[in-house]
Every structure is written in C-alpha cells, then in structure tokens.
C-alpha cells in the first residue's frame, strides 16, 4: 500500500505507549542508523516545550518538557527533522498522558521532495 498526504509520502504511521517516562527510540535507516530519540521530562514551572538537537552523527533527539496534557499535544504541521533514502524526511506527532508519566505517542513519519547533494 501506498500513501499520499497532499505533497508528502508517509513513510510509516503508528501508535506506541510509553512505559514511565522512558525514551523512545527510532532507527530509521539500517544503513545509516538514522536515528530519532524522544525523552520526556517535567520542570516545576510547567511550561510546556518542545526542542530538537542533534543525536550523534545521524540523529535527532527531541526533548519534550511538561508533556502532561491527557487531551494531548504535538506538531499541527509536520516538521522537517533531516533526510533519509535522498529525500527529506519530516514528522507529525501527538503525545498523550496517560497517568502522568506514561506516554501515547501517535506518530507518522513523512517523506518529502527528493534531495539533491553537491
């Protein structure tokens, strides 16, 4: 099966629970280990964040503060995070908390314009 969202393919779509705040971890590419690390954390000050850094050579790693919110939260519009097989590489995701460390992640993964190196 192949899907289009308006201009991007999706690469792959799921849903995953967290266990406590445990990390959350995606490998996107054998070959290169792209990889896509999601922690969790709480500050007393409660103000909700979400930040993206580079993780090693080949990665992303999304730190998500106060995510706490049982109706959820996440990205209206997907957001470009690199690229993967010459394309680039974007993702939409919604975190839901379950009993205040447990996490549902709804995630898709999006593939969009090809890249062109050099």
Request: proline residues 3%; hydrophobic residues 35%; glycine residues 10%.
């Amino acid at each position: 099966m192949k899907i289009k969202v308006g201009q991007f393919d999706v690469l792959e779509t799921g849903s995953l629970v967290g266990i406590d705040n445990e990390p959350i971890e995606f490998t996107l590419d054998e070959t290169s280990q792209y990889i896509i690390r999601m922690v969790f954390t709480t500050t007393p000050d409660g103000q909700t964040a979400a930040r993206a850094d580079l993780y090693g050579k080949n990665g992303v790693l999304f730190t998500f503060t106060n995510y706490n919110n049982s109706l959820g939260l996440g990205s209206i519009i997907p957001i470009r995070v690199g690229q993967i097989k010459s394309r680039e590489l974007y993702l939409a995701y919604r975190i839901y908390c379950l009993d205040g460390t447990a996490k549902h992640l709804h995630y898709t993964w999006y593939l969009g314009k090809e890249v062109k190196n050099g």
